[in-house]
């Protein structure tokens, strides 16, 4: 086969790109839609939906950003509970350094948009063409960031005419984790970091309450992981 | 109060983007094995976390004794083991959720 033009094999890996990030259009879409109707439901409109989709773009983050905006959280409050919701995404841009390593000009937004779907797609390294690989990955990106911010606009007009109750929907968040949970189970032989988090939370949770255990459980898994490192470091994830 | 909800919005915003940046400017050259280790384990045991985080607000001790989360909650566990489909399985737990509360627990 000749070897295509340089436009024709750009175009497949838009095509590509567009195929590998369709998964989670459905997926963002939905959770943006309920992101948006909740954040409507406490006052704040389209233009916050849209504006909180592009700068934050971190689902569960903007979930909980709505219950700090209703209860005009302070600073403070805010810094931590960002630290803590997404302090995942240190390990999510530790583990990609490599693969980013030669982005070039597509690497700021590459990292800025690195959010857990995303990194789920791209992180076994996989590409249909290495010339054009950064250009493959930061198409997935940024299909997936569309899609967000579509759903959060969609959810916020939508929450406005919605013929039927929208209560409940506030669960989509919990059911992602749930689901979430549930698939790394299925697909991981050692269960004992995921157990991990869940009992020591809820330890922490019995015993300090729901106010103030966010933080002792992070640092309760921290410890308790890093005092396991010699038996689960052994094996390959 | 809009002002003040700007400035968490940008505060949100720019921790979230500190937090994605921090390890490509601190481990440009190598990535100790500590941090590579908590890289491999911490994120199973963060959705652990989340989990309880959402559920943390249930009342188990009256009626319907958390019932409608236990419901949809295992109705997403479920169907992710029978489907593998994680938004089916969201979408799915959304609305028994969503009915649960609406009409069997109101």
């Known amino acids: 086969m000749e070897k295509s033009p340089e436009a024709e094999r750009k175009s497949v890996i838009v095509r590509k790109a567009f195929l590998k990030s369709l998964p989670?259009?459905?997926?963002?879409?939905?959770?943006?839609i309920g992101f948006?109707?909740?954040?409507?439901?406490?006052?704040?409109?389209?233009?916050?939906?849209?504006?909180?989709?592009?700068?934050?773009?971190a689902g569960s983050m903007q979930y909980v950003g709505i219950s700090l905006l209703a209860g005009g959280a302070g600073i403070l409050t805010t810094i931590l509970t960002t630290v803590m919701v997404n302090a995942r995404h240190l390990f999510y841009s530790i583990s990609m350094i490599g693969c980013y390593k030669n982005a070039g000009r597509y690497k700021p937004y590459m990292i800025f948009a690195l959010t857990d779907e995303t990194y789920s797609l791209l992180c076994n390294g996989e590409t249909p063409d290495p010339e054009y690989a950064d250009l493959y990955r930061?198409?997935?990106?940024?299909?997936?960031?569309?899609?967000?911010?579509?759903?959060?606009?969609?959810?916020?007009?939508?929450?406005?005419?919605?013929?039927?109750?929208?209560?409940?929907?506030?669960?989509?968040?919990?059911?992602?984790?749930?689901?979430?949970?549930?698939?790394?189970?299925?697909?991981?032989?050692?269960?004992?970091?995921?157990?991990?988090?869940?009992l020591a939370t809820l330890l922490c949770l019995v015993v300090l309450g729901p106010e103030y255990f966010l933080i002792p459980a992070m640092l309760l898994i921290t410890l308790i992981l890093t005092l396991l490192r010699g038996r689960l470091g052994r094996k390959a994830v | 109060m809009n002002t003040h909800a700007a400035i968490l919005v940008i505060v949100m915003a720019a921790v979230t983007i500190l937090l994605r940046f921090l390890p490509f400017l601190v481990f440009r050259k190598r990535t100790p094995a500590y941090i590579s280790y908590l890289g491999e384990v911490l994120p199973a045991a963060i959705i652990g976390l989340l989990v309880i985080y959402c559920l943390k607000d249930t009342?188990?001790?009256?009626?319907?004794?958390?019932?409608?989360?236990?419901?949809?909650?295992?109705?997403?566990v479920g169907l992710q083991?029978?489907?593998?489909?994680s938004l089916l399985s969201i979408l799915g737990g959304t609305v028994i959720y969503m009915i649960l509360i609406q009409a069997v627990f109101p």
């Open chain 2, 59 to 76: 009342v188990i001790t009256r009626a319907p004794f958390g019932a409608p989360e236990l419901i949809a909650g295992l109705s997403v």
């Open chain 1, 24 to 32: 989670v259009m459905a997926g963002y879409v939905v959770l943006g």
């Open chain 2, 81 to 85: 083991v029978w489907k593998r489909n």
């Open chain 1, 36 to 57: 948006g109707i909740l954040l409507r439901n406490a006052g704040y409109g389209v233009l916050w939906s849209a504006a909180m989709a592009v700068l934050i773009y």
């Open chain 1, 138 to 198: 930061f198409l997935v990106s940024l299909f997936n960031h569309l899609y967000w911010i579509a759903g959060c606009i969609l959810g916020s007009l939508l929450g406005a005419v919605l013929p039927f109750s929208t209560a409940g929907i506030e669960f989509s968040m919990t059911a992602l984790f749930i689901a979430s949970f549930t698939e790394q189970w299925l697909r991981t032989k050692d269960h004992i970091p995921a157990m991990t988090g869940l």
